[in-house]
């Protein structure tokens, strides 16, 4: 009985084996460049987390000095409201003992009002301006988070990459991938 057609399998086998190794090269340049992308994205998302975590504090730092000076002219405020008080109490004191007090008590008195308006709006003023450093800083503050949720994606993105470029499971780098994505679209939001 005629045996069948002789097939070369060592041929075939090597031929399998070249085209394997072939689509395994490309799957791990895709793997390394994307990995690579990924790398660079993340570093760019960390400096820039690092950046705006260091303007937000500069700003805080400065609305906690201009809370300072509003705390100083309030202080002041006062100051010039006892003063007034106390010229107001000479002046009672004076009419009590049925005598006219000096025109200059009235004269202090006004004075005084008038220096604590202008205080007053100084004060306000600190106020208002420290309010805008505040809330700038806060700003930052979830710009910052939002870098670093970035950096946090492409982190794991790289790591799966990594993982994929060792088995060489094609979904595993797709899940790095997807990722990666996500990570883009929180930087790209910040």
Excluded at 46 to 67: C, I, M, P
Aim: no cysteine; hydrophobic share 50%; proline share 3%.
């Amino acid at each position: 009985m005629p045996e069948g057609p002789e097939v070369d399998t060592d041929k075939l086998h090597e031929t399998v084996q070249e085209q394997a190794e072939r689509e395994g090269s490309r799957l791990l340049k895709g793997i390394a460049l994307t990995t690579a992308l990924l790398a660079a994205l993340a570093a760019i998302a960390a400096l820039r987390a690092g950046a705006t975590v260091n303007e937000a504090l500069v700003l805080k730092t400065e609305a906690a000095r201009l809370q300072s000076e509003a705390s100083n002219q309030w202080a002041y405020y006062q100051a010039k409201g006892i003063k007034a008080a106390v010229q107001e109490a000479s002046r009672t004191a004076w009419l009590a003992a049925g005598k006219t007090p000096p025109p200059r008590h009235e004269d202090i008195t006004k004075r005084y009002a008038a220096e604590q308006a202008e205080i007053q709006k100084e004060a306000q003023a600190k106020e208002k301006e420290r309010d805008a450093k505040s809330d700038e800083a806060d700003h930052l503050m979830h710009r910052h988070h939002e870098f670093a949720q970035s950096v946090a994606f492409f982190q794991v993105a790289i790591a799966l990459g990594a993982v994929a470029a060792l088995t060489r499971i094609r979904l595993i780098w797709l899940a790095s991938l997807v990722l990666g994505l996500v990570g883009a679209v929180f930087f790209a939001l910040a």
